[in-house]
DNA sequence: TTGAAAATGAAATTCATTTTCAAATAACGC
DNA sequence: GCGTTATTTGAAAATGAATTTCATTTTCAA
């Protein structure tokens, strides 16, 4: 499950916490729903990885930082995360929702390998406007896209020519 | 879940039937399995639609020509189609695998309505490229990729602002 | 025709996700 | 601060699609 970092972009800083926070804190407040102690620690866990998370390793690492908080509230904080903006989800067809923060990030797209599960994330602009552009043609009012691409990366293939079982 | 025929693909005809069936036929033969009655009738129910089923509506569509088949049968059977390249996953992020023929058929991409769940097929070779491109760039051998624009369909829309609650 | 291997279908199981519920907590006005 | 009330929490239960199990039936090569 590592990720090969491909950009430069630094990992968050203090700020940046400070700020998804009171992103967080704003849609609470919009929707009519409380600032909890558990809900901040989550956040904060999550900024902390670059990675594609699933509910079950971010509620891992959350642990770390408070045993007591459970299972259940990091799931529905994942999906206050996504309601805002924070998070959004990552589907790599391994049969588990995955999330990735999404504050002050990039947007990009991903190819996964199937053998080992690591994922290389690059950028394509071509097809964001591939969104657009059907979209118009078939006149649906498009929100978003996925393009993933399979295979199997360099490590992988070396591996297997090693042992041919 | 209906879906817009956007090509002027004809349905299946006869002989394609029977080619597809030699297909599988050779490809039970390869892996040592046996043709059976069942393999072949849910087979042919499969190819008589271009939607995208799920197991549970394939199974519905092959009861009608023979109400013994079991779920688990077709359940099974499409992994068969998958495995001989009959059949291909189409993941629409509903929560259900759904599978859609493959025979004869030009590769394309889904524009799927997240309200009514409709989709629109559509071309479009620039991204097969970019696969390509992408999996040289990083050492990938690929072997697939998957791209779906989501948003909302003209239809929909005017429902929406036809009964604004 | 026959025996071994595979297939079948119902039922049971798995497993991620989602819901339920009683107790704990946050927020708002006073 | 205090009380009120709606929300939150976490454990446990429920859900539901996907998968496996198993006793019985069927295929097919010899
Ligand atoms: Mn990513
Ligand atoms: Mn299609
Ligand atoms: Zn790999
Ligand atoms: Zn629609």
């Known amino acids: 499950m590592l990720q090969k970092r491909i950009d430069d972009q630094p990992s968050i800083s203090r700020e940046m916490v400070r700020e998804a926070q009171d992103i967080l804190h704003r849609h609470l407040k919009r929707v009519g729903l409380k600032q909890t102690a558990q809900r901040d620690t989550i956040l904060r866990s999550f900024l902390d990885t670059r990675d594609h ?6 509620h891992r690492l959350v642990q770390k930082k408070d045993p007591s908080i459970g299972y259940t509230t990091v799931y529905r904080t994942l999906k206050l995360l996504a309601e805002c903006g924070l998070a959004s989800e990552v589907a790599f067809h391994d049969g588990i929702a995955r999330y990735e923060h999404q504050y002050n990030r990039r947007s ?27 979209g118009r043609r078939y006149h649906y009012a498009t929100t978003r896209h996925t393009f993933q691409i399979y295979g199997v990366c360099e490590d992988c ?9």
Do not use: Y
């Not at 998370?53 to 971010?58: G, R």
């Not at 990009?108 to 059907?134: A, Y």
């Not at 293939?157 to 079982?165: F, G, L, T, Y």
């Open 53 to 58: 998370l699933s509910t079950d390793e971010l």
């Open 108 to 134: 990009h797209h991903h190819m996964v390998c199937t053998q080992c599960g690591g994922s290389v994330e690059f950028f394509s602009p071509e097809v964001s406007q591939l969104e657009q552009e059907i």
């Open 157 to 165: 293939r070396n591996k297997n020519s090693a042992q041919p079982a």
